[in-house]
């Protein structure tokens, strides 16, 4: 598995429609596809302003095919009309640990 956290923050004169337009736009997109092996996100808000989004892909491959997507790539080029800032960290999981009320069960072990 493969987590991108990208981490913004939208600029105080933006066009939040638009943003939010071009946004559903690219969901559209990663989640016509299995080829991405998109498994979903999650956004997350700090009191400053900023933001952050954790999107899960299956795989490194995946991620980066969505990453050189022609549409995709023209709405990247359009990012200094919305964000301040951007920062993109992509994490490869190597074992992830569930917990549930029941106790740790075994680690997973995820290639």
């Known amino acids: ?3 991108l956290l990208a981490k913004y923050k939208v600029r105080p004169d933006a066009d939040r ?3 939010s337009r071009l946004w559903n736009r690219m969901h559209e997109i990663v989640t016509s596809d299995p ?3 998109y498994l979903g996100s999650r956004l997350y808000s700090d009191q400053d302003g900023s933001s952050m ?3 899960e892909f299956g795989s490194l491959e995946g ?3 969505f990453a050189s997507e022609p549409e995709h790539l023209a ?3 359009r990012g200094a009309e ?4 951007m920062t993109n960290d992509v994490c490869v ?7 549930s009320p029941g106790g740790l069960k075994t680690p997973e072990r995820l290639e």
Not at 82 to 85: H, L, Y
Not at 93 to 99: F, M, N, Q, S
């Open 75 to 77: 709405t990247q080029r």
């Open 82 to 85: 919305f964000f301040e800032w």
């Open 17 to 19: 429609e638009a943003l």
């Open 53 to 55: 989004i954790l999107y």
């Open 1 to 3: 598995m493969v987590i």
């Open 63 to 65: 991620l980066n095919r």
């Open 35 to 37: 080829g991405y092996e």
């Open 93 to 99: 999981l190597e074992r992830r640990d569930v917990w």
